[in-house]
């Protein structure tokens, strides 16, 4: 009887060593699978119980609802536009139109290379479209090109809507006190 009763004693030390380096090995693959990512997508279960909470209705930033068919045409365009305002104001002070387009498309082109070229690791390995990409959880499946544009146009457009937000309501109520 004494020797049932050392077995019962060893087998929940077995049971949880063995489930310890379970735990262990999960959260190591864990770590290794999601160590830079910040950016989840909610879980389909959970997006079903009020998808309107998780759909963006107006506007996609980023990429995971850059696909969706109603955020397509007319928001697309108004990102683009605002995107196109932000370059032109810092070429504003190019009188000749030619010129001046040039130099849009000529600061565009460096955005772009800065981001697919210029190195932002210890190691001189990782792009910032690398790093963009690292932070999302899940893989995208984006092109470095879609992803440098994607990143070019949204960060554009949120700088111009910031600017526009700010002269049109601080600089009015600054005026309105003088």
Not at 83 to 96: H, K, P, Q, W
Not at 128 to 140: H, I, P, R, S, T
Request: net charge negative.
């Amino acid at each position: 009887m004494s020797q049932g009763g050392n077995d019962d004693k060893k087998a929940p030390k077995i049971l949880t060593k063995t489930l310890g380096e379970k735990f262990n090995d999960g959260t190591g693959k864990i770590k290794s699978l999601y160590s830079f990512a910040r950016i989840y997508k909610v879980p389909e279960d959970l997006r079903k119980l009020n998808e309107c909470a998780y759909v963006p209705r107006l506007i996609a930033i980023g990429p995971l609802h850059r696909k969706d068919e109603h955020l397509q045409k007319s928001m697309q365009d108004v990102k683009m536009d605002y995107a196109n305002r932000l370059f032109l104001r810092l070429t504003e002070g190019i009188a000749d139109s030619k010129v001046r387009d040039e130099k849009k498309d000529e600061l565009i082109q460096e955005c772009g290379e800065k981001m697919k070229a210029e190195k932002y690791d210890a190691q001189g390995e990782v792009t910032l479209v690398d790093m963009a990409k690292k932070y999302y959880a899940e893989e995208l499946d984006l092109s470095d090109d879609e992803m440098m544009e994607m990143m070019l146009v949204d960060g554009c457009f949120i700088l111009e809507l910031l600017y526009v937000y700010y002269h049109t309501n601080y600089c009015q109520v600054y005026m309105n006190w003088s």
